[in-house]
């Protein structure tokens, strides 16, 4: 497998598949492939809520279990319109869907008259260059994240749509050419030509476009013969890396097409195949099964070892299959939680792809998947965001379903024991619990407030303080930040200032007379400050109000001024708190990771630096605070090496007090400006950055 998404697994070469295909039954196929799946997906069953919308049913192919593709004389129109497209898109939008599927017939224009003229009228001249337009209108109207499924496609078209899309594909049904022979399922339909559709496939690699393919069965292929279109599947995802679902869909005879007597593909046939591409594929790779098509038998499939149901529309119709309508969303869940998993929505570009989209996206599509995804890269399921001041309107527990989620993993629930015991866990078990969904959720945040309880009762403490930012002139050029930096921001947090030491003094007089008993004072790091000055703001305060706890000055502002006045950060922080200062504040941390540093705050202290000040100042009696900025471009592996380096730090000095999370707020930051930062974290995943803090620093803070 394309070691990018899963390097701890060696895939099977042909002659062990099917060696192992050989000698294995059913029921030993299924509990590999299952297993395979649980290693790569764990509890989560994913879906995308979508809208489908067919651009067109006329087609130059002519396949023989078809009922999607239509002649002129059998329609209204050979195009819907632009009007048409938006209808549909913007009811999709309203129920609540990401995702805007666009599939149509092949090419007709090459067949048809009535084609070509209605194209023309419409201002195109091929269905592709037409349906490129309406993906971009779609997009710019609505918001919907079109995925396009318009049949074979020459390397310019597949980049054109590239640019309008987040994902594309083609079926590759079966790379078996005998079946286009005379009295075949494919017989008179070029673009159904193996080599025509793998050569397509391999080019949406080329141009590093996120891909469908997969494979029907029972249109009269063999198992031998499936094997051989999976294992060519795979040959180009292993070269390119793009495959990002494989669908594995069964034949249904459908009424008024020439194969409408042929037998469908059995549920045994089905529930082999999905093992064997499982097993060919390995545990990285999202495999897919229509539930519409298979209703009364989705818990097998799941046990056959798929992980996504593809798109589900609350809205739209399945045009491909009429006759088997979507299940309801709500009895989809039932039933997937019932065979032991969660459901969960997805956008049309799956997550591996979506924690790398420089490379996978172009960049108007990269901007709308990051603010329509979480840090996992799966779909934002609510609205709210940090900072918006209303609670959000979603069941975190059920993952916004009626139906009640599947028991916790045991393999959650004993991370979570350990880390009760006061064990330190690593880096992939702290990722794992910021993973945690459903009743997973529910389970990390009772043990966190069982802990909780046990080491502070049920008192809540807090200190009568008051803010004091002295200037908000920065050097520093941080992505998140609103401050200035050597211009004004008018717009996002007004004109620049500088307090002087007299205001500064005023301020702390204020405070104390309030009730105050501490002053937190932080800002811009001002071109013209030097060490000295930071100490003269202390002396103010401490002749303002002598009693006034001082608690200030980041790493950040540490760094600047023992290297503006020449000191060593021990003789430099001894100085402050001779001056006064009394604790400094964990601010400046964000994340403590240097792959995130290196975009966010390029030219702040980095994870080290952070990491010396606040050993320093432990080591002088100064204690601190800690605190995260999270919910920006991170990912819970950032997360758990944030915790795991306080943690560590922690143990040997034991000078921090507390952890303080700080949700990024996006509404002004520069970075989500640009497109370059999610809506901050979703409500579970701020909540969960409580809970899994208060168990990974069990018991040291």
């Known amino acids: 497998m394309n070691s990018r998404f899963r390097p701890d697994y060696q895939a099977p070469s042909r002659v062990e598949i099917d060696a192992l295909l050989a000698r294995s039954s059913l029921a030993e196929l299924l509990v590999q492939a299952a297993a395979l799946r649980d290693r790569g997906h764990g509890p989560l069953l994913s879906y995308s809520r979508k809208v489908f919308i067919p651009l067109t049913h006329l087609c130059r192919d002519v396949c023989h279990y078809c ?66 337009a309406m993906a971009r209108l779609v997009f710019e109207e609505t918001g919907l994240l079109p995925h396009l499924n318009p049949g074979v496609m020459t390397r310019e078209e597949l980049a ?135 209703d009364g038998s989705l818990a097998q499939l799941i046990a056959a070892g798929i992980n996504d149901w593809g798109g589900v529309s609350p809205v739209t119709p399945d045009f491909v299959n009429p006759e088997k309508p979507w299940p309801h969303l709500e009895d989809l869940a039932r039933q997937t939680a019932a065979a032991g ?23 108007a599509m990269a901007t709308a998947v990051r603010r329509a995804m979480d840090s996992d890269g799966l779909a934002r399921r609510d609205t709210w965001s940090p900072g918006m001041g209303e609670p959000p309107m979603f069941d975190t527990v ?26 330190r866990l690593d880096e992939t078990e702290i990722a794992r619990l910021f993973r945690a969904r459903g009743a997973e959720f529910s389970a990390v945040c009772d043990a966190a407030d069982q802990l909780r309880r046990e080491q502070c009762g049920d008192t809540l403490t807090y200190a009568v303080n008051r803010n004091i930012n002295y200037t908000n002139i920065c050097l520093h050029a941080c992505s998140f930040c609103a401050f200035s930096k050597g211009k004004t921001h008018d717009d996002l947090r007004g004109k620049p200032y500088v307090l002087e030491l007299d205001e500064i003094a005023n301020r702390t007089r204020e405070a104390w007379a309030r009730g105050a008993t501490e002053v937190c004072m932080q800002g811009g790091i001002h071109p013209d400050y030097t060490g000295e000055t930071y100490l003269d703001i202390c002396r103010a305060v401490k002749a303002a109000v002598p009693e006034m706890h001082i608690h200030a000055f980041s790493p950040l502002e540490v760094t600047q001024g023992a290297r503006t006045l020449g000191l060593s950060l021990a003789d430099y922080l001894a100085r402050l708190k001779d001056a006064g200062l009394a604790t400094l504040p964990g601010t400046a941390a964000e994340i403590l990771d240097d792959e995130v540093r290196a975009i966010i ?64 707020v996006h509404m002004e930051a520069p970075v989500y400006r640009r497109g370059g930062a999610r809506r901050g974290p979703t409500f579970r995943e701020a909540v969960l950055m409580h809970a899994v803090a208060r168990l990974v620093f069990h018991p040291v803070i």
């Open 341 to 363: 998993k969660l459901l969960v929505e997805r956008l049309p570009l799956y997550p591996a792809r979506a924690r790398d989209l420089a490379a996978w996206q172009a960049p």
């Open 160 to 294: 054109a749509g590239r640019a309008v899309s987040v994902s594309q594909g083609i079926m590759l049904e079966s790379s078996a050419a005998r079946l286009g022979a005379k009295g075949g399922p494919h017989h008179g339909s070029p673009d159904k030509v193996p080599q025509v559709r793998l050569d397509c496939i391999a080019a949406a690699g080329e141009l590093a476009i996120p891909f469908t393919s997969g494979i029907l069965i029972g249109i009269g292929e063999t198992r031998a013969e499936r094997i051989d279109s999976l294992f060519a599947l795979r040959d180009l995802h292993e070269r390119h890396g793009h495959l990002q679902e494989i669908i594995i869909q069964n034949f249904r005879a459908k009424p008024g097409t020439r194969m409408a007597g042929a037998p469908d593909a059995t549920l045994e046939e089905l529930l082999w195949t999905i093992a064997a591409a499982r097993l060919i594929f390995g545990p990285a790779m999202n495999l897919q099964t229509p539930p519409n098509l298979n």
């Open 67 to 132: 009922t999607f593709a239509t002649t002129p004389s059998r329609i209204a129109k050979p195009f819907m319109t632009p009007d048409e497209v938006l209808d549909i898109a913007r009811q999709g939008a309203a129920a609540g869907c990401h995702e805007a599927l666009f599939t149509l017939g092949d090419k007709p224009e090459l067949r048809y008259e009535v084609a070509r003229r209605a194209l023309a009228e419409l201002g195109h001249a091929t269905t592709l260059e037409y349906l490129v």
């Open 398 to 423: 059920r993952e916004g379903w009626q139906t009640a989620p599947p028991p916790p993993t045991r393999g959650l629930t004993t991370l979570i024991a350990r880390a009760m015991r006061g064990e």
């Open 601 to 664: 705050c390029p030219d702040k202290v980095n994870t080290g630096e952070w990491l010396e000040v606040m050993e320093t100042a432990h080591g002088l009696g100064l204690r601190s605070t800690a605190t995260i900025m999270f919910g920006h471009l991170d990912r819970p592996e950032h997360w758990a090496r944030h915790l795991l380096r306080i943690r560590d730090l922690q143990v040997r000095t034991g000078g921090f007090t507390e952890f303080v999370p700080l949700p990024f």
